[in-house]
Each structure stands twice: as C-alpha cells, then as structure tokens.
C-alpha cells in the first residue's frame, strides 16, 4: 500500500526558523523592562556574568563602568531596607496581598523609587534562585570617596578598618563617626566589608553624610596620611596608652579599628605610630568592632574639644 503524502511531523517550536528572533525579542524587551542585560541562547548569563552570578549578584546586573546593584530580596528584609532609608532604585513585586509589602511599596513612593510589577520567572532570573517572597529592591550602588578626599581643616579625624567583614559592624563604625566629628571612613579595597543593605541599615542614615573611601592597600595608605601629618594610632588590646591619655589625638589624626576576633594585621599595626586600648576592669576579653569604635571615637572627641 502507497504512503500518503503529507506534511510530516510539526517541527518543534526551537527549530522553526522564526524562533531565535522571537526570543532575542522577547530578552531585549525584559532587559529595557528591568534595566538589566539580556541572556544569551537558552536563557543561560553571556561572557562575562558568570563571576557575578558566583558572586550571588543578580545575573546580568554588571554594567558598564563596572558597577553592580545589589538585591535586597523578601518581605521583611525589603521592608526594613526601606524603614532605614536604604537608597533603592527600583522596587519589584509580584502581588500586594501582604501587609508588609503594601508597606513597602508606600515607603518606595513615598521616596519615589520605581514600582515594577514583575511575574515569578522574572523575578527568580533576577534574584538568581535566591528565596524572594515576591518582592526584591534594587538598591543603589554606592559611590566610594578616595581616601586623599577625607584629609580635610587643619586637624582632620579619620577611620579606617582593617579586617572587618560584617557589613553591619562597618555601619556602626559609620554611625559612632557621624556622632563624634570623623571627616570619614577608610576601608581595604579588598576582603573587607563594603558598603551594602546591611551597612546603610545599621548606620541608621550617617552613610548619607559620612564619606566612606576605598584603599587598594591599607598599610600605604596610612603611610600616605603620615606624610600628610597625621598621626596614626592603632586600637588594640595589648596596646600601652589608654585612647583617653593619648593627647596627639586632638591633631591630625587616625584611629584604625582591626576585627574582632583578630584584631589589625600585622602589617598594620607595624604601620601605626603607636598602638592604644580601652582599659576594660571587666571580665570580657574583647569588645565587638563598632562598640570599641564608639567608645574610642568618644574618648578622642573629649580630647580634641
């Protein structure tokens, strides 16, 4: 028996001619939508955004002058970014049936940050598989001073950290130099903690008005702040002068704050004009980095005034 002519089995919808285009479309039109770069074939991250996604940065969120925006991602986490005045450049949503991103949504537009009502698939493309709750801010990325900026009047009072990785420490030492006259903050360029959601949290506003500045090399740029006269004193617990006596703190000076568990490099406190400590008659060991901050800050604004 003669087969029948006909058509033949319907090509899948991938190997139709047409279906390249439509999902380059498709990705330019999301990408214009969201501010975000298109993906490549099969909706995997193009060239170069591997790095970001291993960094559990939002694919295709590099852009060009290097700059990557961080997610702020669930209800209470966005809520509470939004309470401390978090600066947000985009506020994506699936639903407002909650009360806490009904919330959310009148703090964003009462600051006038972008409203972008998303589905789940965009938004799990967004936050990179990250738990969401159907709601994510995009918050700005923060703008770093150079350290040679902070080197300002006659008797400048300067921070700067070594070693300290929680965010949210670094937002208290913000705050305690906000609150004591501190021209500004000095943070290693690398394996250190940056100013994210968690910073700007915890320093409760002050990182609107206090400069925080990068250094590629934190022992040459408190060599470079020697040249400048200032006088370099660093925080730790076998330290000889008491922060409270130590009278060159009223001049150019800056108080270099270690981590808490290992407190300065070596490096650096090989660097300091002279190491001080808080004398504690207490039996804790040691004191939490921004607490010690707080504290020396203190007794430094009592000498200078």
């Known amino acids: 028996m003669a087969k029948r002519k006909g058509k033949g089995p319907t090509p899948k919808a991938e190997d139709r001619h047409w279906h390249g285009k439509r999902q380059k479309a498709r990705a330019v039109k999301s990408a214009r939508r969201t501010g975000t770069q298109t993906l490549g074939p099969g909706g995997r991250p193009k060239a170069g955004d591997s790095k970001d996604r291993a960094a559990g940065r939002p694919a295709g969120a590099r852009r060009a002058n290097g700059e990557v925006p961080e997610l702020v991602t669930g209800r209470n986490p966005v809520v509470e970014a939004l309470r401390a005045g978090v600066p947000g450049t985009a506020l994506y949503v699936m639903s407002s049936t909650d009360e806490r991103v009904r919330e959310s949504i009148q703090l964003a537009a009462d600051r006038r940050v972008p409203l972008l009502e ?47 990785t ?119 060991e040691s004191l939490n980095a921004g607490v010690a901050a707080g504290i020396a800050l203190y007794e430094v604004s009592r000498l200078r005034s």
């Open 118 to 164: 998303t589905g789940k698939n965009e938004l799990d493309r967004l936050t990179d598989g990250a738990v969401h709750q159907g709601i994510a801010l995009q918050v700005k990325p923060y703008r770093y001073a150079h350290p040679d900026d902070l080197l300002v009047g006659t008797a400048p009072l300067i921070v700067a950290v070594d070693g300290i």
């Open 166 to 284: 929680d965010p949210r420490n670094l937002g208290a030492i913000v705050r305690s130099a906000a609150a004591f006259g501190a021209a500004g903050v000095v943070v290693p360029e690398r394996r250190a903690a940056g100013v994210n959601a968690g910073a700007w949290k915890t320093s409760a506003g002050t990182l609107a008005t206090v400069p925080v500045a990068q250094a590629t090399n934190l022992t040459r740029q408190l060599k470079a702040y020697q040249k400048a006269g200032c006088f370099v004193a660093g925080l730790d617990a076998a330290g000889g002068v008491a922060v409270a006596d130590l009278e060159l703190a009223s001049g150019p000076f800056v108080l270099v704050v270690g981590s808490e568990g290992k407190g300065l490099g070596r490096l650096v406190a090989d660097t300091c004009d002279m190491l001080v400590t808080i004398p504690m008659p207490g039996k804790a």
